[in-house]
């Protein structure tokens, strides 16, 4: 059986397992766990366009994920506007304010670039805490509406319950995904890919590498502007702790651990940054010092991410078992 028919029953099954989980998960917490996952899915595909792609570490996917989050929901709480509107409007917002960041910004290279999106993030931040008569400051602003439910012959989509919005982000985070296969698989992708294994021979080829660095920083930041979108449709509040810095650090852990410049990679490493501090919850107040041991562990022995260590560990068995057969 050639690889690529395996590859395409390996995701089917896995898009029906997907779609099969909400029948299988009866405890609220752990689905509420998955939904937060998957919203980081979104949020770190799209860090992975900048970073894994490109080559270029941003430190301000979180703030764009704010700049999302409250787009969505101030349209939709203090304009009245349809929540599916806004929810489509914010990472059409958050676009234009990255391509506006972005210009000047992506003159710079290397660990300049990185304190500049660092520097991006926190004026976020602050401007989402200390501007209290839009944002609410620290209080934030609660009551945040959930989509409209959606009909479709006799069936109704409930997106007040959680296996309905399941349903909404699994969407969004194979949307996200299927985005950057496309990208990942055309010339753009190919650019982006040369840049981050030599930007000055590609700029030398006279190819305007600034230009494919700007399209990828605009669209990391347009998904995690609907990643904040989700996110705060879900949690019914919002406020700047969700975006703040250290939310740009795990969003960069997730596209490392996971496997930087794979497809797979930000959604293993999204689930891994969702769960595990949860399941280390039982170290109390050595929960921390345990979460940061095992990501420099992990860092340190696997810097290639999970997805390529698991990859390669697949083909070296399925290799072995061919040469045992002959």
Known sequence: MRSNTVRTLGLVALLLAALALPLAVKTPY???LIILALIWVVLSQGQNLIQGFTGYVSIAQAGFMGLGAYSSTLMSVKLGFPVWLTMLAAPAMTAVLALLAGYPSLRVKGHYF??????????I?????????????????PDVKRPANIAIGGLVWDFGTRAGYYYLVL?????ATGLCALVLHSRVGRVLLA???????????????WRYKLFAFVLSASLAGMAGALYA?????????AFGVDQSLNAILAVILGGSGTLFGPVVGAFAVVFLPEYLRIADEYRLVVYGF???????FMPRGLV???????????????????
């Open 30 to 32: 752990f689905l509420q």
């Open 114 to 123: 990185a304190i500049v999106t660092l520097a991006y993030n926190m004026v």
């Open 125 to 141: 931040h602050i401007v989402l805490v200390t501007w209290i008569a839009l944002t609410g400051g620290e209080a934030g602003i």
């Open 171 to 175: 969407l969004a985070a194979v949307l």
């Open 195 to 209: 840049i981050r294994q030599n930007e000055a021979l590609i700029e030398a080829a006279g190819v305007q590498a």
């Open 233 to 241: 449709h879900f949690i019914g509040f919002i406020n700047p702790d």
């Open 294 to 300: 095992i990501l420099v562990v992990a860092t340190i």
């Open 308 to 326: 390529p260590l698991v990859t390669q560990g697949f083909r070296a068995v399925v290799a072995r078992l061919t040469r045992t057969s002959r």
